[in-house]
Nanobody, 120 residues
Framework: VQVVESGGGLVQPGGSLRLSCAAS???????IGWFRQAPGKEREGLSY??????DYADSVKGRFTISRDNAKNMVYLQMKSLKPEDTAVYYC?????????????????WGQGTQVTVSS
């Protein structure tokens, strides 16, 4: 199973960015999560989507939105009101469909990550 993230880049504080996640398997069969890891910090769970159900970490609730396009087999993370502390490598990951968690250890398949840098 291959998972590939895209859409990272440099954005100014207060700006927006949309990350995309594609995979070599049908994403609807899995719980799909977004994570990030800043230098020197633990990998942090941000959001997951399972079917039509979603959940968010408190740190991004109200600013980030996870969604999916089943026809394109894609999952997205729309990020707005970005802050310098959002700077990190962002990862998409897949877990078995019964997983309803942002625990990184529950996720089996990981992408290589995409860098998001929030800076003026």
């Amino acid at each position: 199973v291959q998972v590939v993230e895209s859409g990272g880049g440099l954005v100014q504080p207060g700006g927006s960015l949309r990350l995309s996640c594609a995979a070599s398997v049908q994403l609807t069969w899995y719980t799909i999560g977004w994570f990030r890891q800043a230098p020197g910090k633990e990998r942090e769970g941000l959001s997951y989507i399972r079917g039509s159900s979603t959940d968010y970490a408190d740190s991004v609730k109200g600013r980030f939105t996870i969604s999916r396009d089943n026809a394109k087999n894609m999952v997205y993370l729309q990020m707005k009101s970005l802050k310098p502390e959002d700077t990190a490598v962002y990862y998409c990951a897949a877990a078995r469909f019964n997983i309803k968690s942002l625990d990184k250890d529950a996720y089996v398949y990981w992408g290589q990550g995409t860098q998001v840098t929030v800076s003026s």
